[in-house]
Each structure stands twice: as structure tokens, then as C-alpha cells.
């Protein structure tokens, strides 16, 4: 790694910046790993819409349907294809410690920047702080690689701010993705200061979040290729715009975007949301392909939705 168990805050606070990428992950016809495809995928990402980071294996990228091996090997793919041009952060999320170990383990050795782990699911627990408190604890003292929480409704509950403030004296802790209403991550980036970096999955408030909290980090979600292209790539403008403090040209650019957000949010079946995506992506000229099981396809109507409002969202192809 770059930077020691100790340094890892500095480090990223230094490196960690701009717009990072969940990746979704594509499959072949057959439900194998499309790794050619995840290639092609990547380089485009960073070399035609200029994205800074991926957060690879994670929700997007259906890590719940990959083997140990798969997660492992779409880590050392987006290691292989980033390369010194974008950063990575590998998610190691699982109920089971020593998965969660394995998956860390292996970022480390292959090089990669950093990992995320999700908050587990704590069945029966009115009282979690103290749990996780020692959850996140034991994973940092495991491993030197810098480490982001993760916490959303899915697990069943939020980390309080107090928490995550907590569990930033940690010392290889250095981000998280805070799923939660805007009042609650505001709360904890004026808590944290420059102990952590908070970041959340939401486009819509991410340049007034540069804008009136300060933040260098957008992580992660996928509309960084899905409403960018080579020829359009007005987030990054946006993001240049709030970073350079030019406020009212940053919102102006952000608002135009308008159209190609409703397009694809109001097209998206309920339930589908990684196949609504991957078709979207191949819209856009990118390798999508099927979902696993337990997730449901696109059907064909809706894919004639969605091309229609795809076609007439503004997007410049």
C-alpha cells in the first residue's frame, strides 16, 4: 500500500476525492462473470468520463449473488484496469467475520486503496452501539488498509452520528458512506471535522453538499456512468464548478441534468433496479447483460419504456 495503518486518514484525505463510482457488475448470458466485459466497462470509465474512484462489489454490484472467488476476482480486474489512473474501494461486506477478513486481506495484498464494510444485520438488538463499535474495531485492528463504514436502512438501523464520531478515533478508519436523511450527514460532517470523510449515495444533493458542507467525495453510486458520456459529461462539470466555488454556474449545470435524472429514475420498475441499469448502461454502448437470481429481468415493455425516455432525455450520446 501507499500509506501505513497509521497514515491512512491522512492519506486519505489527501487522495480520496472527486467522483467515485459503485460499479454494477456484468454477466454474461449464461450468469458468468463477463469479465472482458467489466474491462471494457472500467476503461471507459476512466478514461472517457474521467472518474476518480469504484467502489466495486458492493450492492450495485450484486455481491450477494458472487462466490468468494468472484468478489476476489472483480477486485484484482479493477486493480488490473485502474491501475495509478482512479482509485479503488473494495467492498468486503458479509455477516460472516471471516469473509469480511478474507475479502480485506486480499484487497490489501492486491494493492487495492481501500475497503468498505456495511454495518451488519444485528438480529434482536435494541442497543447496537457498543456492538458495532467493537465490529468496526476488531476489522481495524486487522488489517492496515484504510477502512469505510457503511450505514443504511438495510441493515435494520442507523449509525447515530455520535457513533460514527466514535468510531473515527479509530485510526484506519477514514470515510463513510452515511445512507441518511441530509440533516443527519450534515450533523455528523460538522461532528467529525477533518477526522472523517462523510460522503452519501444521492446525485441530487451532491454539489450542494460540496457547496455548503465542504465535502470532497462523492461515494458511490452509478449515475456517474449513467448520466455521463464522452460527450457529456456535466456531472464532472458540476463537480469542477462547486470545487472552484462557482456556485451559481455549478447549480445551473446540475439542473440541466433534470431530464436525464427523471428519465431514468420514473422508467425504473420496482424491484429491478441493478436490470433497469445494466439496460441503461447498454443504451449507453456499455456491457450490461443479465441480473442473478433472486433478481428479477427486464421485461420487454418495460424495455421499450425506458429506450423511449432514454432517447428523448437530453443526454448527448
Avoid at 165 to 182: G, Q
Avoid at 247 to 276: E, F, I, M, N
Avoid at 282 to 289: F, I, R, S
Wanted: charged share 25%.
Amino acid at each position: 500500500m501507499n500509506y501505513s495503518r497509521l497514515d491512512a486518514m491522512d492519506y486519505a484525505r489527501q487522495n480520496m476525492k472527486g467522483i467515485w463510482a459503485a460499479a454494477l457488475c456484468p454477466f454474461n448470458e449464461d450468469f458468468s462473470l463477463n469479465e472482458d466485459g467489466f474491462r471494457s466497462n472500467i476503461r471507459h470509465w476512466v478514461d472517457d468520463l474521467g472518474i476518480a474512484g469504484f467502489f466495486i462489489a458492493g450492492k450495485q454490484g450484486e455481491f450477494f449473488s458472487l462466490s468468494l472467488e468472484e468478489r476476489k476476482r472483480t477486485f484484482e480486474i479493477a486493480v488490473e484496469e485502474t491501475g495509478d489512473k482512479a482509485g479503488t474501494i473494495m467492498s468486503c461486506s458479509d455477516q460472516n467475520m471471516d469473509v469480511v477478513l478474507d475479502l480485506a486481506h486480499h484487497a490489501e495484498a492486491i494493492g487495492a486503496d481501500y475497503i468498505v464494510v456495511h454495518a451488519p444485520l444485528l438480529h434482536f438488538l435494541s442497543d447496537q452501539d457498543d456492538t458495532l463499535y467493537e465490529y468496526y474495531k476488531y476489522i481495524s485492528e486487522q488489517v492496515n488498509i484504510g477502512i469505510a463504514m457503511w450505514s443504511h436502512p438495510d441493515s435494520g438501523y442507523l449509525m447515530s452520528p455520535e457513533l460514527c464520531t466514535r468510531i473515527a478515533e479509530l485510526p484506519n478508519i477514514v470515510a463513510i458512506k452515511y445512507s441518511v436523511e441530509r440533516d443527519m450527514y450534515a450533523r455528523l460532517s460538522k461532528m467529525v471535522g477533518n477526522k472523517l470523510i462523510v460522503s452519501t449515495a444521492s446525485e441530487e444533493e451532491w454539489c450542494d453538499n460540496i457547496l455548503e458542507l465542504g465535502w470532497q467525495l462523492y461515494l458511490c453510486s452509478s449515475p456517474p456512468y449513467l448520466i455521463q458520456t464522452a460527450n457529456d459529461k456535466r456531472m464532472q462539470e458540476y463537480t469542477n464548478l462547486a470545487f472552484a466555488g462557482e456556485a451559481d454556474k455549478a447549480r445551473a449545470v446540475r439542473d440541466s441534468l433534470d431530464g436525464v435524472r427523471r428519465a431514468l429514475k420514473s422508467t425504473r420498475p420496482s424491484g429491478k433496479p441493478q436490470a433497469h441499469q445494466k439496460y441503461w448502461q447498454e443504451l449507453l454502448g456499455q456491457v450490461g447483460g443479465p441480473v442473478r437470481r433472486p433478481m428479477l429481468q427486464m421485461t420487454e415493455a418495460e424495455k421499450e419504456v425506458t429506450k423511449a425516455a432514454f432517447d428523448s432525455c437530453g443526454l448527448k450520446l
